[in-house]
């Protein structure tokens, strides 16, 4: 299976079922615009028709099938769309941060390959992108413009300067749809052979890894697959549409969209995992300070906040958050912070402000796509833990001469199951350092678990550093 029946035409018993329902699904915060799941599908199947058209050789798609196509774009409406719309024809998705120079787009074009590259719609993103693609000789015609809900209210452009733009494409394909007949859709897919989910590429998302520079991580169909239904039976999301469960209410609740969807956890946790399970998506494209952020948790309702440290010290110290906090303390329900280490002090002074707010910190890398652990649901809180494993999932504490540690002991912390993906991209070397036999993926972290299973991550053992939650060699 891959990620766009998943999400699309695989509805098994523990799915919360929204077809029919109405319930927006993702939401861009600046205009209010919405899609429900059958919004999504169908601008899915339209945008993936006009790119087969248009930029993949005719109606069979043949020439996207198995190749990389890079998202260099913030957070929009459009972001989840071309992610699926790609897997549908075959692709791979590989996402850019959109803060990169041209230079180091350009690394990220040459590594992965890509032959085709979506941009934001702002000159900065435009001027760098079309410079990057340029030297990585993608072509002009192949370079698409993602709009803003906000210009495609206002009628957006089929191409702007010679260039396809997403709202374009889907228009194409929506006449072509007209023409050909509904048959048109059966025939622009590629559908996987039984078990191609677990070895045909869907992300090649870059991690720092160990060492050296960003490396892309290749990561299979079946590995989101997997965490997202952990991430259900781990969480205890009920199976059906308004039943309140310990930690989420199906077709009611409302996540956070604010952290980058380039990223694992982003595409992971907010377009699939909340999205499959009936929880609703706001994307906001950049953080613009703390009160837009609480504006929109108010206009919205945004009931799960996925964090990282700096917001939530920025939620602790900034005077301006006190107005806000009697609705916020209402809406609130569950929050995650990951990305880097959140400490003992910080999480006492963050839950001081939202005292009923169930809270707890997770863990997980590129690497691993994505979350291994998680305060579990109705947990005390356990200040300075990174969480309890996952289901079908293992973690060892290995000591330096490769024995396992005691419990309470550090070492580096090692974890296998289905979410671990399947090493590098043209990197032997670096792939055989973190991936061992048995299954086992080497984290870099050295940590501890005590007996109640609570996995402390005590100190980094990678040659890297992180700043506002991104990875940075030094």
């Avoid at 077809?19 to 993702?26: E, H, N, S, T, V």
């Avoid at 599908?41 to 798609?61: F, K, N, P, Q, T």
């Avoid at 969209?257 to 499959?276: A, C, K, R, T």
């Amino acid at each position: 299976m891959d990620l766009y029946s998943f999400m699309f035409e695989y509805f098994p018993d523990n799915r919360p079922d929204l077809r029919g329902k109405g319930i927006p699904l993702l939401i861009d915060d600046d205009t209010g615009k919405s899609l429900t799941l059958e919004d999504m599908h169908e601008r899915v199947d339209l945008l993936s028709l006009g790119m087969a058209e248009h930029l993949g050789g005719g109606l069979d798609g043949a020439q996207i099938d198995d190749q990389t196509i890079a998202i260099f774009s913030v957070n929009t409406i459009d972001y989840p769309i071309i992610v699926w719309a790609t897997h549908r024809l075959g692709g791979v998705i590989t996402g850019v941060n959109p803060a990169y120079t041209s230079s180091e787009l350009g690394y990220q074009l040459e590594v992965s390959n890509a032959k085709m590259l979506f941009v934001g719609e702002d000159p900065v993103s435009l001027r760098t992108g079309l410079e990057a693609a340029e030297k990585a000789g993608i072509p002009k015609e192949r370079v698409v413009i993602i709009q803003s809900a906000a210009t495609m209210a206002k009628k957006g452009s089929e191409k702007v300067d010679g260039h396809w733009t997403v709202s374009g494409l889907v228009e194409a394909g929506t006449q072509i749809l007209q023409k050909e007949g509904r048959g048109v859709l059966s025939s622009t897919r590629r559908k996987l052979k039984p078990d191609e989910g677990k070895t045909k590429l869907a992300f090649l998302s870059f991690s720092s890894g160990t060492t050296g520079l960003p490396k892309g991580v290749k990561i299979v169909h079946s590995n989101p697959i997997a965490n997202v239904l952990q991430w259900l039976a781990f969480n205890e999301v009920p199976d059906k549409l308004a039943v309140r469960g310990p930690r989420y209410t199906p077709g009611q609740d409302v996540a956070l969209g604010l952290l980058p969807w380039f990223q694992i956890f982003g595409v992971v946790v907010n377009l699939h995992s909340m999205m499959w399970s009936g929880t609703a998506v706001v994307g906001i494209a950049r953080f613009r300070g703390i009160v837009p952020f609480l504006e929109s948790v108010v206009k919205y309702r945004i009931s799960h906040w996925m964090l990282v440290p700096p917001l939530i010290v920025l939620f602790v110290k900034d005077p301006a958050v006190e107005k806000y906090l009697d609705q916020v303390r209402q809406i609130a329900r569950f929050c995650m912070v990951g990305a880097a280490p959140c400490s003992a002090e910080l999480s006492r002074q963050f839950l001081a402000k939202l005292p009923d707010l169930d809270f707890g910190q997770g863990y997980g890398m590129t690497e691993t796509s994505t979350v291994i652990s998680l305060a579990a649901p109705g947990q005390k809180a356990v200040y300075g833990s990174a969480g309890r494993i996952f289901p079908n999932t293992e973690a060892r504490i290995v000591k330096p001469d490769g024995q396992d540690a005691a419990t309470g002991d550090s070492g580096e912390l090692w974890v296998r199951g289905p979410q671990i993906t399947r090493g590098y991209l043209n990197n032997d070397k670096a792939t055989e350092e973190m991936w061992l036999e048995g299954g086992w993926l080497r984290t870099g972290d050295e940590a501890i678990i005590n007996d109640a299973g609570d996995i402390y991550i005590v100190d980094r053992l990678k040659e890297l550093i992180k700043v506002k939650g991104f990875q940075v060699p030094p």
